[in-house]
């Protein structure tokens, strides 16, 4: 079977370094046609994994090294017994190098090459093997037909490296991008095949370093990493002598008219991850609700800023903006929250009132907007946030000295010191209301628990898919509050609480 997304170096890096780790392998001794083999040898590995009782291919080759691995795959399959065809949609008089050699080979193997045209059939397996990771515009033609007519074929599909048409760097579609239901990469992995559009894109996903020196590949600087179970931050385990005061204070502000529930489960994640005490302001009317739902925490009816002045001395992490609303009770709450000294997690309508300078952050916070958000943070909209989400979670982080989280598929986390790590895991059906409450009251948990806030946003953020993934497994239906006792679990299954 190919390779799961856990399987995976941790290392994320850049198109142009990906290229330069491959000139530096050139360098150090190994050809650039050795290293084409070696790519087509993987991926017509990992094709015949993936579907075992094919014996038909058809390759779609461009002009570039990409075109090249393609040539070659041909190659192999034919030799295999495979029926083979390769429609050119580059023209092979304009290849160069390597692939020009890649060509000459598949010619004197005497597979079928045809000039690509919109009428001619796909059959069997289709091989994307047009467009690299050079790529940086949109999809011109005769590509973008092309890449049209392999997502309408209904036929099982591998890419080369990168479907087509994905930004290597930033994971979005340059107008329209190859939906592959597998991808073989080499090298290094690329940061786009992780956020933004690639989950829609890159299907099974298989790396093949070719072979390349560790060394060499370690000496590069990565642009970011993935978070997986072996480089997690951890919580220590407890002392049995252990009480709740060792464990923080979690004060969650929030819920206004209409918006309680948004607290209560913000309150009701801090509480099962694992903070001392949990304490939350909010409307009045929300009083019962709160003490009935969690009778665990002190609840305050709040109506004005000055209720809280003496809890504000009494706690050690606040969580802000879960159903805070923007009318003036909010505002008010989230005024006497920013002049307080301790570190804060902000989401929701305490982000929007941020980003309408209607109030200052803290230093030390962890952010967690989603793309819609970011966008107001920034000024920008949306699409330019999506656009190149590495970059806006940097901008965001730059901008506000603060960690931040940008959610949405592929969620990134950045530190004002220029670290960059991505979350990929979670289920469709996560597309739900409240998750966002449930993250925000478990970052403020770890925080109490004495995690930095870069450590409590990278493990929150995975917990959070991680027990969106499991839940989602039970398909639609999935409900924020579901998350919970699956966080819960991971978090005991990842850092037990006694040793």
């Given at each position: 079977m190919p390779h799961t997304k856990d399987d995976l170096p941790d290392a994320l890096y850049s198109a142009a370094q990906v290229r330069g780790l491959d000139a530096s392998l050139i360098a150090a001794g190994t050809s650039g046609f050795e290293l084409m083999h070696r790519a087509a040898r993987a991926t017509w590995r990992a094709l015949v994994r993936q579907w075992p009782t094919a014996d038909t291919l058809s390759v779609l080759a461009g002009h570039g090294n990409n075109a090249g691995d393609g040539y070659l795959v041909a190659v192999l399959a034919q030799r295999a017994g495979w029926t083979v065809r390769v429609l050119a949609v580059?023209?092979?008089?304009?290849?160069?190098?390597?692939?020009?050699?890649?060509?000459?080979?598949?010619?004197?193997?005497?597979?079928?090459?045809?000039?690509?045209?919109?009428h001619l059939p796909l059959r069997g397996v289709v091989l994307d093997a047009l467009l690299g990771t050079g790529l940086t515009g949109d999809v011109r033609e005769p590509y973008a037909s092309a890449i049209a007519a392999i997502n309408a074929s209904g036929l099982p599909v591998a890419a080369v490296d990168i479907p087509s048409g994905l930004c290597a760097d930033t994971g979005r579609m340059l107008g329209d991008a190859v939906r592959a239901d597998l991808t073989v990469t080499f090298i290094g992995l690329k940061l786009g095949l992780f956020t933004g559009d690639a989950a829609d894109c890159v299907g099974a996903l298989v790396f093949n370093d070719l072979q390349a020196d560790s060394q060499l590949i370690n000496q590069a600087d990565a642009s970011a990493r993935r978070l997986t179970t072996g480089n997690l931050p951890r919580l220590a385990a407890r002392a049995p002598t252990s009480h709740k005061g060792k464990f923080g204070h979690v004060l969650l502000i929030g819920g206004d008219h209409g918006f309680g529930g948004a607290i209560l489960l913000s309150a009701q994640s801090a509480l099962r991850s694992g903070a001392g005490m949990v304490s939350v302001a909010t409307r009045s009317e929300h009083v019962p609700a709160a003490l009935a739902r969690i009778p665990e925490a002190m609840v305050l009816g709040t109506s004005s800023a000055n209720q809280l002045m003496g809890l504000l001395q009494k706690v050690s992490v606040l969580v802000v903006g879960p159903g805070l609303g923007q009318a003036s009770w909010g505002r008010s709450l989230l005024s006497a929250a920013a002049n307080a000294p301790l570190p804060q997690v902000w989401d929701a309508d305490a982000l929007n009132m941020l980003a309408e300078a209607q109030v200052s952050l803290p230093k030390g916070c962890v952010i967690t907007p989603h793309p819609g958000e970011a966008a107001r943070l920034l000024g920008i909209t949306t699409a330019q946030v999506q656009a190149d989400r590495p970059a806006a979670a940097h901008a965001l982080s730059k901008k506000y000295t603060a960690v931040v989280v940008l959610k949405g598929a592929g969620s990134l986390i950045a530190s004002p010191d220029g670290r960059l790590a991505l979350c990929h895991q979670g289920h469709p059906a996560m597309a739900t209301a409240g998750l966002g409450d449930v993250l925000a009251g478990l970052v403020g948990a770890l925080l109490a628990q004495g995690m930095d806030t870069f450590d409590a946003a990278c493990l929150g953020v995975w917990l959070h898919a991680n027990a969106g993934a499991r839940e989602g497994e039970f398909g639609r239906g999935l409900a924020a509050s579901d998350l919970i006792p699956a966080i819960r679990q991971l978090l005991e299954e990842q850092a037990p609480c006694l040793k």
């Open positions: 580059g023209e092979p008089q304009r290849l160069q190098g390597d692939a020009a050699l890649a060509h000459a080979e598949a010619v004197s193997d005497n597979v079928t090459i045809d000039a690509w045209n919109p």
